[in-house]
């Protein structure tokens, strides 16, 4: 039976939506939803969509265009993560990000925004596709990135996300904004993991920005001395997607937006929004699959040396995160003891009758406060720190696991994990029997 070709134009944007904060944020929205009601896009994934009532005035204006959409919250202001789509949405879940940065970075805002992953399950014709829609935590300083460790996890952790949930599907379309160039660690962990393929790779043909960046030094959103290293800009907003035993996904067409809108005298936001055509062809019986272990051994090499990469740059957190929280304590402990200190003074006029307080009560009253509230903020801290280590160090406890299978893998070896039967009492074991 004959098979026709699928096209499904998918669109990201992160659109930079900070209520007073984001400049002209109600003209910009304005504009992307003109931008989207032609109908021209299947699928639209946005990120930074911050305020609820600006995804609500998006979706009643895509009404007839993309009558199906949903908003993804999460955290204290939202993911900021948001798809509307042509085809009906049968499905969503959404996977918070264990790390997210510091509560106390407040001008990065990473950790309010409840950084994390959307998943909508979408029927495509015959076939149905999982669309990831994501926004990780942003690099504020490439040479001094204290924000690395987080990242390399949140990557981490999307790849086993998109792992594990999308077993089923036919194809898998991935969109948003990584803050990953396309060589650094997480990125590649990310493709060589799931298999992803990058749209502006793989496309037959490009219509766009020089080298596809989508952070451009002209646009005047942005702080150009972030962008001081590169001269032109930097490429951290992607389009990823795979195919199926059972479908093949093509990119025929990517392309990014240039700069001003047409007409406009400013861009629709910070970055630039990216377009991928992609063909989607059912296949009308499923492809053979050749041996697995032969297949895997390609990359399994390269995997091992991302991962130990990768656990180097966890590492590199844990020691961080433990150096913070001995802080944290060690200040708590003085805090403490000033405390301690002062209630004894506080007792010298109860204990020698007629004696009377060496201290002014202002000073003393002020004193107290401020030894309360290092207790409560070094409480506070340590806590979160702690946290941050369970994290870091579960991370790291699947990556040993993950390295672990792939080196047997590696050298060939099978190892047999089922658990021994123990003889019945009395007996001794047998001379076949294997020992603990």
């Known amino acids: 039976m004959a098979t026709s070709a699928l096209t499904v134009r998918v669109f990201s944007l992160n659109c930079w939506g900070i209520r007073y904060l984001s400049k002209q944020c109600d003209q910009r929205y304005a504009m992307i939803g003109d931008l989207l009601c032609n109908g021209e896009h299947d699928i639209v994934l946005l990120q930074e969509v911050w305020s609820e009532k600006d995804f609500l005035g998006l979706k009643n204006k895509l009404t007839l265009s993309h009558p199906h959409s949903h908003y993804f919250k999460s955290g204290v202001i939202g993911s900021g993560l948001a798809i509307f789509s042509k085809h009906r949405i049968h499905d969503t879940f959404l996977y918070r990000y264990s790390l997210n940065g510091y509560p106390y970075m407040a001008h990065h805002g990473d950790w309010f925004g409840g950084k994390a992953v959307g998943m909508a399950i979408i029927q495509i014709g015959s076939l149905t596709a999982n669309v990831y829609v994501t926004h990780l935590h942003a690099e504020y300083c490439r040479e001094n990135d204290s924000y690395l460790p987080h990242r390399v996890v949140q990557a981490w952790e999307l790849q086993q996300f998109i792992r594990h949930t999308s077993a089923g599907a036919d194809a898998v379309i991935v969109g948003g904004d990584l803050n990953m160039h396309p060589q650094d660690l997480g990125t590649r962990l990310l493709r060589s993991y799931t298999g992803l393929r990058d749209a502006y790779l793989e496309t037959a043909q490009f219509d766009g920005c020089e080298d596809g960046i989508t952070l451009i030094a002209d646009n ?61 062809k059912p296949l009308a019986s499923p492809e053979t699959r050749h041996d697995k272990n ?84 070094t409480f506070l801290l340590y806590i979160f720190y702690t946290m941050e280590l369970k994290s870091l160090q579960g991370a790291e406890d699947q990556m040993n696991l993950a390295a672990g299978g792939l080196l047997e893998r590696l050298r060939g070896v099978s190892v047999d994990h089922t658990p021994q039967r123990k003889p019945p009492e009395g007996e001794e074991p047998r001379a076949f029997d294997t020992e603990e």
Not at 247 to 270: I, N, Q, R, V
Not at 310 to 336: F, H, K, P, S, W
């Open 220 to 280: 005047p959103f942005i702080n150009k001395k972030e962008l001081i290293p590169f001269e032109k800009g930097i490429r951290i907003d992607y389009i990823l997607f795979k195919g199926s035993s059972r479908a093949e996904l093509h990119c025929d067409l990517m392309s990014t937006t240039k700069g001003s809108a047409p007409e406009k005298p400013f861009p629709y936001s910070d970055h630039e929004a990216l377009t991928a055509e992609l063909r989607l």
């Open 294 to 377: 032969h297949q895997d051994s390609r990359g399994v090499a390269e995997l091992v040396d991302l991962l130990t990469e990768a656990r180097t740059e966890v590492n590199v957190g844990l020691y961080c995160a433990e150096r913070m929280r001995y802080t944290a304590q060690r200040t708590g402990i003085m805090g403490l003891a000033l405390l301690i200190l002062e209630l004894a003074i506080a007792t010298v006029p109860w204990l020698a009758l007629g004696a009377e307080q060496p201290f002014p009560l202002t000073s003393f009253y002020l004193l107290a406060a401020l030894c309360c509230v290092i207790l409560v903020t």
